[in-house]
């Protein structure tokens, strides 16, 4: 029932927001993120692509946090640089979010973040802002 409910808080989203632990300082780092939810997997895009920090601690650490309104889930997540992949990543974020607004806010686009759901090491209640990291 907990993944119904998080699914469901997905769909009303925009934006989510997302927590990653530093990969020299360990810390936990919080940020808002948009992402396209196609099935059973989360797709999020890096505003920098592979330079972005976040993703770069994914790479070292590869679980995320992930709010979306007051459901919090705890998931792996898989750094993905083929190029096909990542391309038709562009394209569902194009599509939820307008090319215009991807080229506002986006400049590389050499890797996204796949998060499959159903995997969930355990869920939350809490909150979460506008624009993507």
Not at 5 to 18: K, P, V
Not at 26 to 38: A, S
Not at 72 to 93: E, G, N, S, W
Request: glycine share 4%; hydrophobic share 40%.
């Amino acid at each position: 029932m907990a993944q119904a409910s998080f699914a469901s808080a997905l769909e009303r989203r925009e934006e989510i927001t997302i927590a990653v632990r530093g990969r020299r300082t360990g810390k936990t780092i919080t940020l808002p993120v948009w992402f396209v939810h196609d099935r059973a997997t989360l797709w999020l895009l890096p505003v920098r692509g592979s330079r972005s920090q976040w993703f770069k601690n994914v790479v070292a650490t590869p679980t995320i946090t992930v709010r979306a309104g007051r459901q919090r889930q705890t998931l792996p997540a898989y750094p993905v640089r083929d190029a096909r992949t990542v391309r038709a990543v562009v394209r569902k974020f194009q599509a939820k979010y307008t090319p215009a607004e991807i080229a506002r806010y986006y400049d590389v686009f050499d890797a996204a973040v796949r998060v499959p759901l159903g995997t969930a090491a355990r869920s939350r209640r809490t909150r979460g802002s506008r624009r993507p990291a």
